[in-house]
């Protein structure tokens, strides 16, 4: 069985799933209002299906399981995320840290031992974040559709190219 990191969208994936909520030890932050009720939003148990793509790769369907838990009196969320396919598979855990109405963190890949950092804003019903370990780039979206329901999109850089190119797509609910 491959593992996520050895196909660099992949990689970009885990990441970014990954990454949407880590958490690194600050001071008091707050979140505003709305970046509060994005992350009582997320708080509990989720469950998906989607779709992995790698840059010049074929397309792989993937079940995805991910919990996400407040912290620091909801100011903060850890997510621990497990999702497979037929050929790949990931384990990952994530903090994050709220201040206004930006996210910053680290995040963990436990199978290949990645990890990286995160920079993003949270706007209304709506998480905008990009990221970056030693071996990719990415960016991140996560929309929530309803109550139980949101979508986690994920492009990554290809160098080739120049540019970022959509690589995940995947839909959850609660």
């Known amino acids: 069985m491959m593992t996520w990191f050895r196909s660099s969208a992949l990689g970009v994936f885990v990441a970014a799933v990954s990454v949407v909520f880590v958490g690194v ?11 509060a009720q994005l992350i009582d939003r997320l708080d509990g148990q989720w469950r998906g299906t989607g779709t992995v793509t790698p840059i010049g790769g074929q397309p792989e369907r993937i079940l995805c399981r991910i919990s996400y838990a407040k912290t ?16 790949y598979r990931i384990q990952a855990s994530a903090n994050v ?26 706007e209304g ?16 979206s996560v929309n929530f559709a309803s109550r139980g329901r949101h979508t986690v999109t994920i492009s990554q850089f290809d ?16």
Request: include cysteine; glycine fraction near 14%; charge should be positive.
């Open 159 to 174: 160098p080739a190219k120049g540019r970022h190119v959509p690589v995940a797509q995947i839909s959850l609910r609660k």
């Open 125 to 140: 019903q709506r998480l905008r974040a990009s990221f970056k370990g030693p071996n990719f780039e990415g960016r991140l």
């Open 25 to 35: 030890p600050a001071a008091q932050a707050a979140c505003t209002s709305e970046g």
């Open 72 to 87: 620091r009196g909801g100011q903060g969320l850890r997510q621990v995320i497990n999702c497979a396919g037929t050929d």
């Open 97 to 122: 840290r709220c201040n206004g109405n930006t996210i910053s963190g680290l995040w963990t890949e436990n199978i290949a031992n990645n990890t990286g950092r995160i920079n993003g804003r949270l």
